[in-house]
């Protein structure tokens, strides 16, 4: 779902499909007990093919969120990852 070069499609994306309810049961299990109301969409970016949505959520954790990734054709979730740039690319907070 990833193939360079990505596109930041941030302020022209439209919702493909409602990725709450989804990102809420994610969040809950990447930080338990952790309050997760205050969290919104950073960024979207999408595949060159256009396939392909990653859907990028702030976290309590500077550098670090929950991507949503998105079937844009089939207009569905495939999954999530817990991206952490810090510890990607040994960022400093």
């Known amino acids: 779902t990833f193939a ?3 596109r930041d499609v941030t302020s022209s ?4 499909v ?3 309810p989804y990102a809420e049961e994610a969040m809950a299990h ?4 952790v309050e997760t109301s ?8 999408e595949d060159p093919s256009g396939s392909w ?12 969120y929950l991507v949503v990734v998105i079937d844009i054709n089939a207009e ?3 999954g999530y990852h817990f ?9 400093s907070q």
């Open 76 to 78: 569905s979730i495939l």
């Open 13 to 16: 994306a439209e919702e493909v």
């Open 53 to 64: 949505q990653h859907v990028l959520i702030n976290t309590e954790i500077q550098n670090a």
């Open 38 to 45: 205050n969290w919104n969409v950073e960024y979207v970016y």
């Open 4 to 6: 360079p070069p990505m």
């Open 83 to 91: 991206l952490n740039l810090n510890e990607k690319y040994g960022l």
């Open 18 to 20: 409602s990725i709450w």
């Open 30 to 33: 990447e930080f338990p007990g």
